[in-house]
């Protein structure tokens, strides 16, 4: 069964940073790109970063641009978002997804997890 787990989320003051991390399952891992999405209360859900399965090619939403850095290591199956100076407009749940795609013969659809909190607040 295949798992997305996030942690690293909480609250944290105007300015200040947090790393996200997410834990996959599956040993398809290597072969999806990744990215994180969030969403704040009231509004859509939308793309904060993206990262391509050898981690080469980077994609940055233009509000989190020079601010947060997406990372990924495929020997542990994890991705990270490092968050620095974070503002108030962050607030929001932060989602890991899994792009899908096919490993070994077999079809793996978007996974997402399951969310981390993240407050920007002082």
């Known amino acids: 069964q295949v798992q997305l787990v996030e942690s690293g989320g909480g609250l944290v003051e105007p300015g200040g940073s947090l790393t996200l991390s997410c834990a996959a399952s599956?040993?398809?891992?290597?072969?999806?790109?990744m990215g994180w999405y969030r969403q704040a209360p009231g509004k859509q859900r939308e793309l904060v970063a993206t990262i391509s399965t050898d981690g080469g090619t980077t994609n940055y939403a233009d509000s989190v641009k020079g601010r947060f850095t997406i990372s990924r290591d495929n020997a542990k199956n994890t991705v990270n978002l490092q968050m620095n100076s974070l503002k108030p407009e962050d607030t929001a749940v932060y989602y890991c997804?899994?792009?899908?795609?096919?490993?070994?013969?077999?079809?793996?659809?978007?996974?997402w997890g399951q969310g981390t909190q993240v407050t920007v607040s002082s």
């Open positions: 599956g040993s398809f891992f290597s072969v999806s790109a």
């Open positions: 997804k899994s792009s899908k795609t096919y490993y070994r013969g077999r079809y793996y659809p978007d996974y």
